[in-house]
């Protein structure tokens, strides 16, 4: 079964608007963690933002948000205000399993056009 | 800091030759990671490491083996390239912290014809 599942393969947004883009996690465990990576045109692989599942609060970062809602198991990214330099290919992640054994596993990714 | 090292960083193969695949971090993480990433697929994990002299088995491991022999690096080898093999590989690295991301490095773009 997909750990991870984003079901928007591409999405266009226009300069300035606000986007979101969906991801839903499978896991039984109670503690994991929640990342959303960037990746553009040139290939790396670029750290968005970081949500726990123990944390209370939506983190935020610049114009980054994350959607947390733990009982629906979904952590959908907020891109605000976008940017043309968003353009690019964004991948939800999840950090499951015991200490010693840490897992983490990608969905299939979203493109993000910015159109001017 | 130069973080993530992948080496190489593009290389033809020809179907049954082998090679392997550097992965070398100077970050002291415990974990490593080797992942595919195929166009609609995102990245798919092949072996991991939780330390040193430790490996495991991700979703995708067939055809593929690794070792650990030291903390800072992490060897990803084919031993009879197959087509199927053609792809973007990714090494990423990561504390032990559940609450820390994984860095990259900048992807190793191979061809097996």
């Known amino acids: 079964a997909q750990k991870i599942t984003q079901t928007q393969p591409g999405m266009f947004v226009q300069e300035k608007e606000a986007v979101t883009l969906d991801c839903t996690y499978d896991t039984s465990d109670q503690s994991y963690g929640l990342f959303w990576y960037k990746q553009p045109s040139s290939g790396e692989m670029i750290f968005l933002i970081y949500q726990g599942s123990y944390d209370e609060q939506n983190a935020t970062e610049g114009r980054y948000s994350l959607n947390f809602q733990k009982a629906r198991k979904s952590a959908n990214l907020v891109i605000s205000a976008s940017q043309l330099g968003d353009s690019a290919m964004y991948f939800c992640a999840m950090r499951e399993g015991p200490p010693n054994d840490y897992k983490l596993s990608f969905g299939a990714g979203t493109t993000v056009t910015v159109r001017a | 800091n130069a973080g993530v090292t992948q080496t190489p960083k593009f290389r033809v193969l020809k179907t049954g030759q082998s090679m392997t695949l550097l992965c070398a971090q100077d970050?002291?993480?415990?974990?490593m990671y080797w992942y595919r990433q195929d166009p609609g697929m995102g990245l798919r994990l092949i072996h991991y490491s939780v330390g040193e002299g430790t490996t495991a088995k991700g979703e995708v491991p067939d055809g593929y083996n690794v070792s650990r022999l030291k903390k800072q690096n992490f060897l990803l080898g084919l031993e009879s390239a197959a087509p199927s093999q053609t792809s973007v590989y990714f090494c990423?690295?990561?504390?032990?912290?559940?609450?820390?991301?994984?860095?990259f490095g900048q992807g190793t773009r191979l061809t097996v014809v």
């Open positions: 970050m002291n993480h415990e974990y």
């Open positions: 990423a690295s990561s504390s032990w912290h559940r609450d820390t991301e994984a860095f």
